[in-house]
């Protein structure tokens, strides 16, 4: 048999319809599609792409049986290493991650490895959806209770390891709804809401508990969790506090952080104001400031929203831009006007104090920094204007400071970020922490893997094997 | 859901609520607030906490029905409920034993000021509150706050209660007369607090002030309540809402304060008009 070099492509909507929507871009890969995609995957003994996944997912495994149309044991591989494998397909990096050893790739695309995960959990959910719940065994109980503060992806992989290993769980959530930055921070069209209320929902039958309302550091500290008798918390709070530049008129109306515009959008569903109470301001033309996936789905949500032009500025080159290339490839196909080696400078407003212009300077790019990129020089005398009605500024984020404010012992760094070893261990005894709160930004499954060593480091803690 | 145990008008316009919210009793301290959300699309909305009951676990809260949210707010009837209640949210009150005191309240600034009167008296300050109404059918609390002040002023808009004029008049008044005050505590409109801490930055006594910024998260991670204070960005839920008032840019928050005036105006007409209100 002939080797298929390149990826079977998955339907998308087309991208003058989809920049009017907020559904889905990507449509799924058909059974046909999938099991001829399958087909490529060479079964490799050295399987590098499961080194390549944070959580080890068992690939070739997973990806044999769709070949072989075994769709049940498919799912069973995936839930061994990964109980959300609907969201992990639809926004994991691969590309960078399992897809970039693909053995394939060297001889022709990569196998697209997220497109399969992706197909074979949303036949799972389809079957959910008709009453066919696989709901994994889980171990004896433990009669063990585990607080887990903060639902997002790091907080939710931590507490379904953990229930399986027959531990009782409770998830504390501040907001109104779970999911983290899975439901405020990733817009629909990237990641349906859908999915992650369906993912939830089966953390739910697994016999999760949830504490909606719940800010951990407010309503109760963590030495309180300890003192209501649970024998171990994870931490995974995030990173939430946003970046700004500090440059003058940054606090006009019309500019918004990017978690602002997000979950205004996202959770609070500000995009079918007035049906929904939360207002967002609609410009006609916005600038977006930032590089990555979070400047990305900020600048398409605004295009979604009825902008006519949305600025992308970004300091550094395309090259250096740190989304990833199939969301920048969405955001060029869909109009956004990319500026380039510029940097905004200040914003002026109107006699309302709302934003009317930003200012910008032209960069270019010097010597390697620290982080290896090429560090952006203003060019002297290239300022220029731009005449826009909103900014989103979407520069980064900082840990949020609440719960490490609230308790005591327990050390941070020097960003704020929660200090933990090898183990996701605090300083504080019987607390662990991982995902964006201990490394800063970072992606979902690198939260969801130190979720899952979380996890099996407070099995080992409370068995005694650890300190 | 958060059941309402009590409700009552404390004027036109003005509505009293008990909450049935014991994750927010465990901690809440004078100074902090509530977040709430009344329906599945509702907007999430600060209020101050204005008084607590640590034991029954009810929260009180008071505000005045301005627009779509508060009205559909004080449409819940006694026994009702909230569809979320989050907090308690916000830096607690810094108090201590000061010396003497002058807590500066108005309209419905008058009621989340009761809760820190109340502490400052009991951590033995001496406390001067004045509250200031529009006019004689707002007041609300005169004796609730007297019981627990030294010294009461109160001041109406226009004259009907009290003296007439603004809690200014009243505190201007105050300090010439020369008497050492050691802080000033103010709770109400942004330009009411602005005024205040004009008055006392000239004679450079303390003053704090509690920030009414517009908020999304309550818990840092949003920014929507940003505001500069000492020429540094602040994040009035989590860094606040208390700031000391002679670093506040009290034109900032005005401005951002009507940030969404447009819209809120839109949605509170079509509101209208769809309940036939």
């Not at chain 1, 590089?291 to 949500?301: E, F, K, L, P, W």
């Not at chain 1, 510029?342 to 109107?350: D, E, L, V, W």
């Not at chain 2, 509505?15 to 999430?44: S, W």
């Not at chain 2, 109400?188 to 517009?214: E, Q, R, W, Y």
Request: hydrophobic fraction near 40%.
């Amino acid at each position: 048999m002939s080797i298929i070099k390149e990826q079977i492509p998955m339907k998308e909507q087309l991208p003058q319809e989809r920049k009017k929507n907020f559904y889905e871009v990507p449509l799924g890969y058909t059974k046909e599609e999938a099991i001829l995609e399958a087909t490529r995957c060479l079964q490799c003994p050295t399987h590098p792409c499961i080194d390549g996944c944070p959580v080890h997912i068992d690939i070739p495994g997973f990806i044999k049986a769709i070949k072989e149309d075994n769709l049940s044991l498919s799912i069973e591989i995936m839930h061994d290493t990964n109980l959300l494998p609907a969201i992990t397909g639809r926004v994991c990096p691969q590309e960078e991650q399992c897809q970039v050893v693909c053995v394939m790739g060297k001889v022709g695309d990569p196998v697209a490895i997220g497109k399969l995960e992706r197909y074979i959990a949303d036949w799972e959910l389809e079957n959910r959806s008709r009453g066919n719940i696989n709901i994994p065994k889980k171990k004896e109980s433990k009669n063990k209770k585990i607080a887990i503060v903060g639902s997002g992806p790091a907080g939710l992989t931590c507490a379904v390891n953990l229930i399986k290993m027959g531990y009782e769980v409770t998830i504390f959530e501040g907001f109104h709804e779970l999911g983290g930055v899975l439901t405020y921070g990733i817009p629909e069209f990237r990641l349906p809401k859908k999915i992650v209320k369906e993912e939830i929902e089966f953390l739910n039958k697994l016999g999760v508990k949830f504490n909606l309302d719940f800010p951990i550091g407010r309503s109760e500290t963590i030495s309180d969790l300890f003192k209501d008798g649970y024998s171990a918390v994870f931490i995974g709070t995030g990173a939430g506090a946003p970046q700004f530049m500090h440059i003058p008129g940054e606090n006009l109306g019309g500019i918004y952080s990017a978690n602002e515009y997000l979950t205004r959008v996202n959770l609070m569903k500000a995009y079918k104001f007035p049906d929904y109470d939360t207002p967002i301001k609609v410009g006609k033309r916005v600038a977006v400031i930032g590089g990555g996936n979070v400047a990305m789905d900020s600048a398409r949500t605004a295009l979604r929203l009825g902008a006519e032009h949305v600025f992308l500025i970004y300091r550094r080159s395309r090259t250096e831009m740190p989304a990833r290339e199939e969301e920048i490839i969405h955001a060029e196909e869909e109009g956004i006007e990319f500026m380039l080696l510029t940097n905004p400078i200040r914003y002026i407003g109107n006699e309302n104090g709302l934003v009317k212009q930003v200012e910008c300077i032209k960069m270019k790019l010097g010597e390697e920094d620290a982080s290896g990129r090429r560090r952006p020089i203003p060019i002297e005398s290239s300022e220029f204007l731009i005449d826009i009605k909103q900014a989103i500024v979407a520069i980064g984020t900082t840990p949020n400071p609440i719960i490490s404010k609230t308790t005591q012992d327990l050390k941070t760094g020097r960003h704020g970020e929660i200090l933990v070893n090898e183990n996701g261990q605090t300083s504080v005894k019987g607390a662990f922490a991982g995902g964006d709160i201990v490394t800063g930004a970072a992606t979902v499954i690198t939260a969801m893997g130190a979720g899952g060593l979380a996890a099996s480091s407070i099995n080992r803690y409370l068995s005694g094997e650890l300190k | 859901m958060f059941k309402i145990t009590k409700k009552q008008k404390l004027g036109p316009e003005m509505v009293l609520m008990e909450i049935n919210a014991p994750q927010v009793t465990k901690h809440v301290q004078p100074g902090q607030f509530i977040i709430l959300r009344v329906n599945e699309k509702g907007e999430r909305i600060p209020l101050t906490v204005a008084d607590f009951d640590s034991e029954k676990r009810r929260v009180t809260i008071v505000f005045q029905k301005v627009g779509k949210t508060t009205y559909l707010l004080g449409s819940i009837p006694e026994g009702g409920s909230i569809l979320d209640v989050t907090g308690p949210l916000g830096t607690p009150s810094e108090i201590s034993k000061f010396g003497t005191v002058v807590c500066v309240g108005g309209g419905v600034g008058v009621a989340p000021i009761y809760p820190i009167v109340k502490k400052l008296k009991s951590e033995g300050n001496e406390v001067i509150s004045i509250i200031g109404y529009r006019s004689k059918n707002y007041v609300f609390w005169e004796e609730k706050i007297k019981n627990v002040s030294d010294k009461l002023l109160i001041a109406t808009n226009d004259g009907t209660y009290g003296e007439k004029g603004f809690v200014t008049d009243i505190l201007i008044k105050l300090l010439e007369s020369n008497i050492k005050i050691d802080r000033v505590i103010t709770i109400g409109p942004a330009i009411m607090m602005k005024a205040v801490s004009d008055i006392t930055k000239l004679k450079k006594i303390k003053t704090i002030a509690s920030l009414n910024a517009l908020m999304v998260c309550g818990m840092g991670m949003c920014g929507t309540c940003r505001l500069t204070i000492g020429g540094e960005t602040k994040l009035s839920c989590s860094d606040g809402p208390e700031f000391d008032a002679h670093l506040v840019d009290f034109n900032e928050l005005m401005e951002r304060l009507n940030v969404y005036k447009e819209e809120e105006k839109y949605a509170f007409e079509k509101w209208k008009t769809e309940a036939k209100i």
